[in-house]
């Protein structure tokens, strides 16, 4: 268990760290986010001061001066090196009824700007009020069902533009 991750701090320094080394690390968690690191006799005072597990981008003060870290490691090179993007702009359209339903309400506007994961609409199905959220950010081209409607699946609902 050798595994490598680079890590790039502040977008300009890169270093190479492997299992070993951070196995070496002579480091003591003092409480959830906050660690005591002694690194060639030198005490270090390190905390992580906010996370984003999904792109490994970390946020961490090291004695008083803060520094944004991204850890990647070697499938996540593999992923840059095919040409793939993890977390890229979806391109989606459209969004479409998951299963039959009654729409009980629509959240958004005709021309109305969105982010992912603003709730679009709630869609009564099986007894259960089931919030469709946005698959991405835009603007929205048209929407196809009202508030009462009963739709089918696969129905469309809303589109992009």
Do not use: W
């Not at 459209?94 to 992912?116: C, H, R, T, W, Y």
Request: net charge negative.
């Amino acid at each position: 268990m050798n595994d490598v991750f680079n890590i790039k701090v502040n977008n300009s320094s890169e270093f190479k760290v492997s299992t070993k080394d951070i196995l070496k690390l002579d480091a003591v968690k003092d409480s959830d986010n906050n660690f005591h690191i002694l690194q060639n006799n030198k005490p270090f005072k390190a905390e992580i001061t906010s996370s984003n597990y999904n792109q490994k981008i970390y946020t961490v003060k090291v004695n008083n001066n803060t520094y944004t870290v991204h850890i990647s490691d070697g499938l996540d090179t593999l992923i840059q090196d095919m040409g793939f993007s993890v977390g890229s702009t979806k391109h989606i359209n459209s969004v479409k009824a998951p299963m039959p339903g009654l729409i009980l309400d629509v959240n958004v506007n005709i021309g109305q700007k969105i982010n992912e994961d603003d709730p679009l609409l709630v869609l009564e199905a099986m007894k259960m009020e089931n919030i469709i959220c946005s698959p991405r950010k835009g603007v929205i081209k048209s929407i196809s069902a009202n508030k009462g409607d009963a739709v089918e699946k696969n129905q469309l609902l809303i589109e992009f533009e």
